[in-house]
């Protein structure tokens, strides 16, 4: 019996300003939470290196150029074949909100998904939205307060 291949989402942690840059999330059609916020991020194409697909989805999302720094954290989602990585990185360049990724052509085909809109939270701020996933939400607000982030 062959095994099913593991999907791989990349995922940007990406502070800027004050806060940080998230995806919120409205209008997704049947998600048991309604409207939330994630990390801008997407799957790996490829053989992009994992920080090479990092890049290109934050670019895509948000329309910005990044540094990975580092991975901070990593999910395995075994049940469903989903490896979830997220990395801190650094902004560099480009103006916020610009993406152009296939989430935002207006494309009938993504009209399920909601929409999709770059924001950037203040640090105060994030353990009070609703942040998916849950698992990392919890790691990265404890990174907050200790000041590892």
């Known amino acids: 019996m062959k095994e ?3 999907r791989i989402r ?10 940080f840059a998230l995806m919120h999330r409205v209008g997704v059609q049947n998600h048991p939470i309604g409207e939330y916020y994630t990390f801008p991020g997407g799957g790996r194409e490829g053989e992009e ?3 090479e697909g990092t890049i290109r989805e934050i670019k895509e999302e948000f329309g910005i150029d990044v540094e990975v720094v580092r991975k901070l954290y990593e999910l395995d989602n075994g049940e469903i074949n ?13 103006k916020f909100g610009t993406g152009n990724g296939p989430e935002f052509s207006g494309n009938l ?3 399920h998904r909601g929409k999709y809109l770059p924001e950037i939270i203040k640090r105060e701020n ?10 990392i ?3 990265f607000v404890e990174d907050i307060k200790n000041n590892r982030i």
């Open 82 to 94: 989903k490896k979830e990585y997220f990395f801190l990185c650094k902004y560099i360049g480009g």
């Open 109 to 111: 085909k993504y009209a």
């Open 137 to 139: 939400k919890e790691k």
């Open 126 to 135: 994030i353990e009070n939205i609703p942040l998916l996933p849950t698992e």
């Open 49 to 51: 290196t994992l920080e």
């Open 4 to 6: 099913k291949e593991v």
């Open 10 to 19: 990349l995922a940007g942690i990406i502070p800027m300003g004050e806060g």
